[in-house]
């Protein structure tokens, strides 16, 4: 992306973000040809969803630290830390969540889990699907709302390469934009120094391209890198691997995005009382969804409300919060 460019499409997320007003981001694009494109691109990147079905009022919403940094080895590890201390049980998907008396009764393939509350963490698109049942039903007015902020679609593409491939780059990121009328992809190159190349898509090209298999995404991928960096580089990948995140059962989307005319919609599913039933997650969050920290927060704040319920003191809340012996030096 050129300079004038790059301020040009900035302009347009700034745009977005200061309208003050609950219509399609989409209205504020501007120009055509490779302009457009790369400012839809980047829209796409930050809600998962195409601009026409981004609320300018939801999008103006959020409130951006300035500090996102990438995890080294991943959230996996990073997650793993953070649960280290804790009585996790994996590959127990739940079925079924009921009011139990006083008590919560929550059903898994490995058995009936009693609890005085339960904080569900699942997507929107998740809830929304009905693969997790509820005993009473949730209430429409709250299933609306989760119907006007759905997942959209991202996906990652990432090739690994021989030592040496990108040793004149560094650590960098690029928008291969390619010929007229081609969808923009936001490239990381070499990630901490290392022989990897990520790619980035979003909205309707991410759904139809994973609709299509892993195989045409990677290909498409390769052929970007080989418009940006030379035919070569083909020759030089020696893994590679892609996301399905719209098709997984267990996540079924990207980002959360309040529709326009919807922007209410994530503060009615924020606002939402169903004593000990709680939700969580970056769509549960008004000024930091769509991002790991943001789901972080509204965990913490759901389970000290639970805490707090309990008669439990859980502190102050600090969103850096780990466990001393499991601090990195």
Known sequence: MQADQRLKVWDCLERVATAGRDVAASDFVEGDGVLAALQRHWIKLQTSAEPEEVSA???????????????????????????????????????????????????????IIAADHVIVTASVNVIASGSIRFSPGLPAVFTDALAAVPCGTYEKIAVAVEDGTFADYGHASCDIAGPQGSEPMFTEIAPFG????????AGHFARDLEREGPAARIALFTDKLALAFGSSIR?????????????????RGGYATARPGNAEARVRMIEADFGPLHFAGEAFNLSAFSTAHGAFLSGQAVAMKAAAHLGHDAGAADPLWLPPELLLH
């Not at 649960?83 to 008590?103: D, E, K, Y």
């Not at 290392?194 to 898509?201: L, M």
């Not at 020696?238 to 997984?248: C, E, L, N, P, R």
């Open 57 to 111: 009022l939801d999008y103006g919403r959020y409130e951006d630290t300035h500090i996102n940094l990438q995890v080294c080895d991943g959230y996996g590890a990073l997650l793993a830390r953070l649960a280290a201390v804790l009585p996790v049980v994996l590959s127990s998907p739940v079925s079924w969540i009921a009011a139990a008396g006083n008590r919560m009764r929550v059903e898994t393939p490995n058995g």
């Open 194 to 201: 290392r022989p990897v190349a990520i790619g980035h898509i």
């Open 235 to 251: 020759k030089s990948i020696t893994v590679s691997a892609t996301t399905g995140w719209i098709s997984d059962p267990f996540i």
